[in-house]
């Protein structure tokens, strides 16, 4: 059995779906996050963290994404055989939340919460298995100025993210649907099915435009490759009143095109509501290029009970095909008026948006044109002379009480490794002090970011030297002077 | 069956050992960890970031902590069976990480990270299921000035979160205690169990004294209830050895007390490390009140492999019985070269510290004199007419706009009950805008601090009054300016 007895060395590498950030992301994920939050806290909304674990049966199956209903959750066993499972969203823990706290709470209770969720679902391009959202929910009013309001605070945020002319905020209304429905008899739930296939059809109209949704609704449809997908089975009647839904503005009344549908209670309601909120936004200031009402917007639709929102961005990116497409959401919400009332039975209504944190820093880093680069390493120390260790520190020392960035090199190894290390490190400078600096109480600043291009432009290397020399020396009492002369040329 | 029928409702509640952070605690936690990150960004230190789970064969079962050494790890299985823990810590996904980037990472390879980790161990008062370290290693360099470093690292961000002259940093060696063990027999791997008695002995110092640790290195002790420990069972000789030990400074020169235990080559190689460090901190400034050389210091056994360190907290607080006690530990470290050798079969020395965030966390709070009640919530706009709702909106914009936390109140309640809700969320302030003070284009600005006041002191009511108006309106166009007027009252 010799060969069990060799030690079974583990291949150092992350579960599918899971991965590590580094520097550069971390840092600009920080930022992003900070002026997202800032924003929050400027509209009142309070922070609140909630764990990672919830109890299974608290925290339902309520995925919000109709396209991935089975998405699955990391769940395990407690020691009293009581189910947990890692939160999915932060939506149902709020809802946990907020039913254990509901006396001692303000109503309505406003909070923001970003942090990561897990599901265990497969992973693919882009698609994580833990990822990070940044929601804000107002629970406990029907008050449609608080959807309005969401929605403001949604553009505000991509406003102070720099995306100003790059978004939109589309607003619809789950009862706008349910009101169309029903007009063309699949108003009730024994329609389930055929229900889907008319709001999947509509959810693609941006993809196929108005003669792929007609087939979908229709008979079905046939794509390029070939593959037939089966329609809905409407009459040419019924899917006369869809397309004509999707093809107007929603009426607001008698006159409109497509007025009849007011004579429908829910579409009228969901009409009434739109109409309310786009007088909110005007007032406000925020016009139709940021917040649009746009009846094609399809939602969680076994979640949302009044309006949805879609935070869309509007410029283009190749996607993985090379094929030029708008970048597309980054976030949505809507009302949802049942979740509470799981645990108490009592109806608490409640709307939000979530923020998806990755996809909306993925943009920012498509559109940032390398100021995330540009950051700099730390200044470093070089060690010339081991026994000089304390006096190395000290140099550093004064270096970061200045609130320079600086480090002494740690490792052991000699003055070459040490110069590759602080060209790794990013680093914009060396401070190095031999014997002979020493003796004269100097150190020597060297200029690695001069000093590259130096050797890249060597025919220029004469003026360059001149105007901005690479490694110059100063008396050690000057050392942070000489520091931030170097740091001032890269910022 | 008409039982089973009702809808069986959860009982909105966490798993035992997790809980809610709420504002105030969050605020907090926030100003504290962006405090201690500036410090370790200042050393130098790349922040990186993990995912919550690793696979159990690259996690391994290597929890520092000695006395909790069966400390359970929340598993599951893959969809393809590989078991998958969530991390019980941040240091053994650093090693994962180091293995897996190796070629690329800088030498020395320095990182911060902070983050939950989870224990599935039975929870406690003060002992939770999951929370947060915050973490920083340098990895690759057996030097000994990066485990100085780090003690200077640890000082200078307790320094930096107000705790000068209220913590000190205790260094101690592993090499040292083996040193003892092999100069009274007990060096070699098979004394085990009385090796671990001996140390646990040493680490009661503080608590029990000379007399109680020198009953557990012999037969034994009996404490105040009458339990009896089991000792060591080491001969008088034995236990003056130990004795000696603790007794006086490590010695580092013959003629020293105890300097016999220099002739062992393990001590010694420890006493000139210590040496070593000592002179870098006397070098950078950090006296024996902030960083001190202490023998008694066991931490991690079977883990670290050098020096050691312990971040105390010296301040004395009351204990859940009612007792003075220091606040004690906050953090702690040391060296371990042998984690990354795990994976690769490489030896890769590292050294680290890592600060528990939330029992640091408490001991600000502890300190902290009521700045974080202080806190104010929104500025609320009350609704005194739902048809004007777009001009309560523009009025909350406006207040934003200046930078004002403000929010429109978003229920659908009264008068009274919105005052209730301003009261509840802490507002300074509330704007009210009825239609007289519509008509004559004002704005009503009410305090509610100085509100509550009055309240409280109806005697002195007509001085406070004169004073500081409660209540007054001004022109809707000064609105910003008057309510910063009542913000600059309460700052």
Known sequence: MAKDQKPQRPDPRLPKGFRDLEAVEIRAGERMLATIRAVYESYGFEPLET???????????????????NAGVFSMQDEDEQWMSLRYDLTAPLARYVAQNFDRLPKPYRRYQTGPVWRNEKPGPGRFRQFTQFDADTVGTDNVAADAEICMLAADTLEKLGLAGKYVVKVSHRRLLDGVLEVIGLGTSDAGDRRL?????????????????????????????????????????????????????????AGDPGAQLLENA??????????????????????????????????????????????????????????TVRFGSVGGGGRYDDL????????????????????????????????????????????????????????????????????????TSGMKAQMKYADRRGAPCVVIQGSDERARGEVQIKDLVEGSKLS???TDAKSWREGRPAQFSVPEADIVAAVRSVLDRYR
Do not use: W
């Open 340 to 411: 509470v009332a799981r645990f108490t039975g009592q109806r608490v209504p409640a709307t939000g948006f979530s923020i998806g944190v990755s996809r909306l820093q993925a943009a920012l880093a498509h559109l940032d044109d390398g100021a995330a680069r540009a950051a700099h390493g730390p200044v470093v120390v070089l060690v010339m002379d081991k026994g000089e260790l304390p006096a190395y520190q000290r140099l550093t020392a004064t270096l970061r009480a200045a609130g320079i960035r600086a480090e002494m090199y740690l490792g």
């Open 197 to 253: 296939t008319v709001l999947r059809a509509i959810d693609k109209l941006d993809r196929l435009g108005p003669t792929g949704v007609r087939a979908l609704l229709g008979e079905g449809r046939k794509d390029e490759s070939g593959d037939f997908t089966k329609g809905a089975g409407l009459s040419a009647q019924q899917i006369d009143v869809v397309m004509g839904f999707l093809a107007h503005p929603v009426p607001r009344q």
């Open 51 to 69: 764990p990672a674990f919830e109890y299974t049966d608290a925290l339902g199956k309520f995925l919000p994404d109709t396209d991935r209903p």
């Open 456 to 458: 890249e432009q060597i």
């Open 266 to 323: 829910s579409f009228a309601a969901a009409a009434a509501d739109l109409a309310e909120m786009r007088r909110l936004f005007d007032a406000a200031g925020y016009d139709d290029t940021r917040i649009r009402i746009d009846q094609t917007v399809v939602r969680g639709l076994e979640y949302y009970t009044g309006p949805v929102f879609e935070a869309e961005l509007t410029f283009e990116v190749k996607n993985e095909d090379g094929d």
